[in-house]
């Protein structure tokens, strides 16, 4: 079987060291996450795998010859070609030859007779079918079609954006079929169907291994069926199972890990003790046998358990059970951009908003917070609400400005010791404070804006992707937080897993009207799938299954579906 033979000593970057002691198999037909928290080497390690990066201490053995390609986006030195030229280059074998057979058939239409044009037009041609020339273009418009960039094919590389210049990276290479794929990242800029579209291809059309970086969890638990951790500066641990699994197993080995840690620091502990209260006395031959005793012992490493942030959100008073209310509403800018017939949001209610266009998930949240008027129709909001409102791009934050001048832009005012101790929650070292915002990762600016929201009484929060830039441990506590936290959370999303674990509404805007579905991401998911009216609620208050559902299902697919829905509901 190919594979590759990964061995790495050493690798680091002005003293400070980034990779050690890695040493595995990555086989031909492997799905891998390579997971754990920012800053610990995983691209880089990627990067080493596909030969970007070669200074290392170490070998990779390519055993077999596979062929391994990394996504990057595009950046071409021809910006003028089109989108569909630029996936043809994969194919630049297969197009050398169509363009020698369209000059041999040219040949054949001047030369009809020449039996010797002719038995070459058969040879080329033979060829040409042998490495499936006259499939690559289907391959080409059924993987362009499953990223939405059909309609980009005939434009220059120079008119589309770097999001799209993603999906057209991603279509390369997956036409191009290595056997073994590098994605870092690949979902952060494509939209949620190209995200559910690349998971169904990788799982039902793809026969080659890939290795995968990514913190959509949903994602890894779908597409990989291992999953490897790097520590900071340690050895990769291997787990054979999917992400959620992971999680799970990660937990039960770290505490065994510990536990066994602890009593040998104990056994230690008594021994020399032990050694110390004998080794001036009578007994120092006992003391020194002892003592060579434990110098002979093999100590065990102390486990890493991260460090991992805590979020906090301030709820105060009372608000009327009425939070908004929408009736016979159009929402646009000049022009409607969308209908709502009517529509509530009420006390304790979790809404996820689903929509098709960009610009119309920010006309809908900055109409809510009153910043936007409605074009037409009935709008109400409840007397007492106190809005906390997190935006994806930060634009609560001046980034030219210190962390300590944000807060004070805020009107939070902390001395720089009570502000270090604050800070530390979410994990910000303290010579932050000092740095202007625009110098941090965007994991720090993240956390920033949510450390000085922290700070402020609230009733009901509105979040714009809030789980973008964050690591895994990042997201897991801020879905603790928010779980937490007592009144009406309306949130953006594309993170399936943060919203499956959250939602409990779901704002659907399509076909240029607003629809309400009951229950989460993958309540919706099924309905679609099975034909089921979006807006029926599949499950009452005590999760029990609704009677029409019943009616819509065979009964092995009724119990099935119970048994899975309702264990996660209670």
């Given at each position: 079987?190919?594979?590759?033979?990964?061995?790495?000593?050493?690798?680091?970057?002005?003293?400070?060291?980034?990779?050690?002691?890695?040493?595995?198999?990555?086989?031909?037909?492997?799905?891998?996450?390579?997971?754990?928290?920012?800053?610990?080497?995983?691209?880089?390690?990627?990067?080493?795998?596909?030969?970007?990066?070669?200074?290392?201490?170490?070998?990779?053995?390519?055993?077999?010859?596979?062929?391994?390609?990394?996504?990057?986006?595009?950046?071409?030195?021809?910006?003028?070609?089109?989108?569909?030229?630029?996936?043809?280059?994969?194919?630049?074998?297969?197009?050398?030859?169509?363009?020698?057979?369209?000059?041999?058939?040219?040949?054949?239409?001047e030369h009809p007779e020449n039996m010797e044009i002719i038995e070459k037009y058969t040879s080329?041609?033979?060829?040409?079918?042998?490495?499936?020339?006259?499939?690559?273009?289907?391959?080409?418009?059924?993987?362009?079609?499953?990223?939405?960039?059909?309609?980009?094919?005939?434009?220059?590389?120079?008119?589309?954006?770097?999001?799209e210049r993603t999906k057209v990276a991603l279509c390369k290479i997956l036409v191009e079929s290595?056997?073994?794929?590098?994605?870092?990242?690949?979902?952060?800029?494509?939209?949620?169907?190209?995200?559910?579209?690349?998971?169904?291809?990788?799982?039902?059309?793809?026969?080659?291994?890939?290795?995968?970086?990514?913190?959509?969890?949903?994602?890894?638990?779908?597409?990989?069926?291992?999953?490897?951790?790097?520590?900071?500066?340690?050895?990769?641990?291997?787990?054979?199972?999917?992400?959620?699994?992971?999680?799970?197993?990660?937990?039960?080995?770290?505490?065994?890990?510990?536990?066994?840690?602890?009593?040998?620091?104990?056994?230690?502990?008594?021994?020399?003790?032990?050694?110390?209260?004998?080794?001036?006395?009578?007994?120092?031959?006992?003391?020194?046998?002892?003592?060579?005793?434990?110098?002979?012992?093999?100590?065990?490493?102390?486990?890493?358990?991260?460090?991992?942030?805590?979020?906090?959100?301030?709820?105060?008073?009372?608000?009327?059970?009425?939070?908004?209310?929408?009736?016979?509403?159009?929402?646009?800018?000049?022009?409607?951009?969308?209908?709502?017939?009517?529509?509530?949001?009420?006390?304790?209610?979790?809404?996820?908003?689903?929509?098709?266009?960009?610009?119309?998930?920010?006309?809908?949240?900055?109409?809510?917070?009153?910043?936007?008027?409605?074009?037409?129709?009935?709008?109400?909001?409840?007397?007492?609400?106190?809005?906390?409102?997190?935006?994806?791009?930060?634009?609560?934050?001046?980034?030219?400005?210190?962390?300590?001048?944000?807060?004070?832009?805020?009107?939070?005012?902390?001395?720089?010791?009570?502000?270090?101790?604050?800070?530390?929650?979410?994990?910000?070292?303290?010579?932050?404070?000092?740095?202007?915002?625009?110098?941090?990762?965007?994991?720090?600016?993240?956390?920033?804006?949510?450390?000085?929201?922290?700070?402020?009484?609230?009733?009901?929060?509105?979040?714009?992707?809030?789980?973008?830039?964050?690591?895994?441990?990042?997201?897991?506590?801020?879905?603790?937080?928010?779980?937490?936290?007592?009144?009406?959370?309306?949130?953006?999303?594309?993170?399936?897993?943060?919203?499956?674990?959250?939602?409990?509404?779901?704002?659907?805007?399509?076909?240029?009207?607003?629809?309400?579905?009951?229950?989460?991401?993958?309540?919706?998911?099924?309905?679609?799938?099975?034909?089921?009216?979006?807006?029926?609620?599949?499950?009452?208050?005590?999760?029990?299954?609704?009677?029409?559902?019943?009616?819509?299902?065979?009964?092995?697919?009724?119990?099935?579906?119970k048994e899975k829905f309702t264990r996660r509901k209670k």
């Open positions: 079987m190919k594979h590759l033979r990964i061995k790495i000593d050493k690798y680091e970057i002005d003293g400070n060291i980034i990779l050690k002691d890695i040493d595995f198999i990555l086989n031909e037909n492997d799905s891998v996450a390579l997971v754990w928290g920012n800053g610990v080497g995983k691209t880089t390690l990627m990067k080493i795998i596909t030969w970007e990066i070669k200074d290392f201490d170490g070998k990779i053995e390519n055993i077999g010859n596979m062929s391994i390609w990394y996504l990057s986006q595009i950046y071409s030195d021809n910006e003028d070609k089109t989108v569909r030229q630029e996936i043809k280059e994969w194919f630049k074998d297969i197009c050398e030859m169509e363009k020698k057979l369209e000059e041999v058939e040219k040949e054949m239409s080329l041609l033979e060829t040409f079918n042998n490495i499936w020339g006259y499939n690559y273009n289907n391959q080409i418009h059924n993987v362009a079609n499953g990223m939405q960039i059909l309609h980009l094919l005939e434009r220059k590389l120079n008119e589309i954006s770097g999001w290595p056997d073994l794929l590098c994605l870092d990242e690949p979902t952060n800029f494509i939209d949620m169907k190209s995200v559910e579209w690349l998971e169904s291809y990788l799982q039902n059309k793809w026969w080659n291994g890939y290795l995968i970086i990514s913190h959509d969890r949903e994602f890894l638990d779908k597409t990989c069926s291992k999953t490897y951790e790097l520590q900071p500066a340690r050895q990769i641990h291997f787990y054979h199972c999917n992400y959620s699994k992971y999680v799970e197993e990660r937990e039960r080995v770290e505490e065994k890990k510990m536990e066994e840690w602890e009593r040998q620091q104990e056994f230690i502990k008594k021994e020399e003790n032990l050694i110390n209260r004998f080794r001036a006395w009578s007994r120092a031959g006992f003391a020194a046998s002892r003592e060579k005793a434990l110098d002979r012992l093999d100590k065990l490493d102390k486990p890493y358990i991260p460090p991992t942030p805590k979020f906090f959100f301030d709820y105060t008073g009372d608000e009327n059970e009425r939070i908004l209310y929408f009736k016979e509403v159009f929402i646009g800018r000049k022009e409607p951009l969308f209908f709502i017939n009517e529509l509530y949001l009420n006390k304790w209610q979790r809404v996820w908003i689903v929509w098709e266009n960009g610009a119309w998930k920010s006309t809908l949240l900055k109409t809510i917070m009153w910043q936007l008027e409605i074009l037409d129709g009935i709008f109400t909001r409840g007397k007492w609400i106190k809005i906390i409102y997190y935006s994806q791009l930060h634009e609560e934050l001046n980034k030219e400005k210190t962390v300590r001048d944000n807060f004070l832009n805020h009107w939070i005012h902390m001395e720089d010791q009570t502000l270090t101790g604050y800070l530390n929650y979410y994990l910000l070292p303290r010579e932050c404070i000092d740095k202007p915002v625009k110098y941090l990762s965007g994991g720090q600016i993240s956390k920033v804006l949510f450390a000085i929201l922290g700070q402020k009484e609230s009733n009901f929060l509105i979040f714009d992707e809030p789980t973008n830039h964050l690591d895994y441990d990042s997201r897991e506590s801020l879905e603790k937080a928010i779980s937490k936290y007592k009144w009406t959370v309306l949130f953006i999303s594309h993170d399936r897993y943060f919203v499956n674990k959250i939602a409990e509404i779901m704002w659907i805007i399509r076909d240029w009207e607003l629809s309400v579905s009951y229950g989460n991401y993958e309540d919706y998911r099924y309905k679609l799938e099975h034909g089921i009216d979006i807006e029926m609620n599949l499950f009452d208050e005590s999760a029990e299954m609704d009677m029409v559902l019943l009616e819509k299902l065979w009964e092995k697919e009724a119990k099935r579906i």
